[in-house]
């Protein structure tokens, strides 16, 4: 049974079948054909996981990002980042890795991240002489970050998997995303300073001051909602909803960017966006069904372990095989497919489950910036109208930070264990 469903999942994929419709109808041709199990039983099985409650914070960040890209949040985040960075080298492409970052501990999501922020970005650094190739490759690439900082769409997805803590998980990625942040940061130094690209005026003091004014409360969203989930007032997911209330009170009332005629087609586009998303949960929780049906991973965590293959190997087999899986399907799909096999097998080898769970959100940063399904780089053809294997080109200096990043977080579980284990003692 197990041979047929993995058999008639990647035959349809080849198919070029979306991920989600591959997902279902190979789990609804197994279980109809090699079970006995009453089909209705399945959809009682499929509710049962869908009724998590911290997978309510999934519609509820989606929201929040796409009320923080249309409310002038990702506008306010560039010229304060610009003000204090803009002069040196690269500087404003180091202006927009921060904003990327600063943008993404609002969002959640990669491609909110490069369209609130590559829209202005991109656009500001070719008009200042920098190419478009380096403009494109840096922002493109920093965009992946959303999914790392935390709040993490990917991160909940994960810990609901396997049943971890939200909020170990979310501070669990603080700090690689700044090790990544200064990574892609000091790549765009380099290149800018060997090119000698022209240096944006010196910020005032005054200048700067104003800029932290205005992005006051661009800077406290993500202060409250990450602060609120540590200190207790609030949990992940009602942080979520939190999220959604400030951005509308900033973007309405404060910034005043956003215009209430624009909340109903905000609205339409955060439902999209999320029944894509739990679509594709819902079928990969029926495959995921039939997996521990046939005790699958189970299976192959007896295999690998009797191979006495021990963790760096481990891990450097997960990394190749997340890699591989980045180029063909979407990180949410990813994790809720493989995680339920990779992970028995983790922790029978004595990794934290907590770092392995980073290091399988590191794997899919890797996958929205390389092709054929690397979504970051389609959004940065969209926005700049600039051919996709000109775009993939462009990130590819970028790209390898990235990778350095993986290898260390990977085989270095401090970077992510650290924070975590002192705030949860």
């Not at 339920?340 to 983790?346: D, E, K, M, R």
């Amino acid at each position: 049974m197990g041979l047929a469903l993995f058999s008639l999942l990647f035959l349809l994929m080849l198919l070029g079948v979306p991920i989600a419709i591959s997902l279902g109808l190979a789990s609804f041709l197994v279980i109809y054909y090699f079970t006995t199990d009453p089909l209705p039983d399945l959809a009682g099985k499929v509710f049962s996981g869908l009724n998590h409650f911290t997978l309510m914070a999934i519609p509820f960040f989606v929201l929040a990002g796409n009320i923080f890209t249309r409310g002038g949040v990702a506008n306010r985040l560039i010229k304060l980042t610009n003000s204090w960075v803009g002069h040196i080298p690269g500087g404003l492409s180091i202006a927009g890795i921060v904003s990327c970052t600063l943008f993404a501990a609002i969002s959640g999501s990669s491609p909110a991240t490069v369209v609130a922020i590559g829209g202005i970005m991109i656009p500001a650094m070719v008009n200042h002489g920098y190419s478009k190739s380096y403009a494109v490759g840096s922002i493109s690439t920093a965009g992946s970050l959303g999914i790392l900082i935390p709040p993490s769409i990917p991160m909940i997805v994960y810990a609901v998997t396997v049943e971890q803590s939200v909020g170990k998980m979310f501070l669990a990625g603080v700090i690689p995303g700044i090790m990544l942040m200064m990574l892609l940061a000091a790549v765009s130094f380099f290149i800018a300073n060997r090119k000698n690209y022209a240096r944006a005026e010196k910020a005032t003091y005054k200048e700067r001051m104003i800029a932290l004014k205005n992005a006051f409360w661009s800077l406290m969203l993500p202060v409250v909602v990450i602060g609120g989930i540590y200190s207790g007032v609030f949990t992940p997911t009602e942080s979520a909803a939190v999220a959604v209330i400030l951005g509308l009170v900033v973007g309405l009332w404060i910034h005043k960017d956003l215009m209430v005629k624009e909340l109903p087609s905000i609205l339409v586009d955060s439902a999209k966006t999320t029944a894509m998303l739990f679509f594709i949960i819902t079928m990969a929780m029926t495959f995921a069904h039939i997996l521990t049906l046939e005790r699958i991973p189970h299976t192959i965590a007896d295999v690998i372990t009797g191979w006495n293959v021990g963790p760096i190997m481990f891990l450097l087999i997960v990394n190749i095989l997340l890699f591989i899986a980045g180029q063909f399907m979407e990180p949410t799909a990813i994790i809720t497919i493989l995680a339920p096999i990779l992970f028995p097998v983790a922790v029978a080898l004595g990794i934290d489950p907590i770092h392995f769970g980073i290091v399988m959100v590191v794997n899919m940063e890797v996958g929205m910036i390389t092709p054929p399904v690397g979504l970051n780089l389609y959004v940065a053809s969209g926005i700049t109208k600039m051919p996709l294997v000109d775009v993939t080109k462009s990130a590819v200096p970028w790209l390898i930070a990235v990778v350095i990043g993986l290898i260390l977080v990977t085989y270095v579980p401090a970077i992510s264990l650290w924070l975590p284990n002192l705030l949860y003692r």
